[in-house]
């Protein structure tokens, strides 16, 4: 069974930057796309990026430019580095993992992560 373990969260600065790590045991996430949401407190849980087992991603609108996925296959993990965080970046990150297509779609995956808490304030 894929199990995956998010890191890296913290308290940040407006501006400031984090980099979270998603780990996977269990099965090699070669052949996974890896999606990292977000829920913030009383709002739904929201898709944030994504990326295949071959390298492709996608970015919600309200980070692109600002935040980077990548994947180290050998290392099993996928990584989202986040630059200018603003306060309403503040949120429970998740990852987690389906197969095939990338997409944004929370329903769609499943394998989900624990969550790491992302606070931004000054």
């Known amino acids: 069974q894929l199990q995956l373990v998010e890191s890296g969260g913290g308290l940040v600065q407006p501006g400031g930057s984090l980099r979270l790590s998603c780990a996977a045991s269990?099965?090699?996430?070669?052949?996974?796309?890896i999606g990292w949401f977000r829920q913030a407190p009383g709002k739904e849980r929201e898709g944030v990026s994504c990326?295949?087992?071959?390298?492709?991603?996608n970015y919600a609108d309200s980070v692109k430019g600002r935040f980077t996925i990548s994947r180290d296959n050998a290392k099993n993990t996928v990584y989202l580095q986040m630059n200018g965080l603003k306060p309403e970046d503040t949120a429970i990150y998740y990852c987690?993992?389906?197969?095939?297509?990338?997409?944004?779609?929370?329903?769609?995956?499943?394998?989900w992560g624990q969550g790491t808490q992302v606070t931004v304030s000054s």
């Open positions: 987690a993992a389906k197969k095939w297509i990338n997409s944004l779609n929370v329903a769609l995956f499943g394998s």
């Open positions: 269990g099965y090699a996430l070669d052949y996974y796309v």
């Open positions: 990326i295949s087992s071959k390298g492709s991603t």
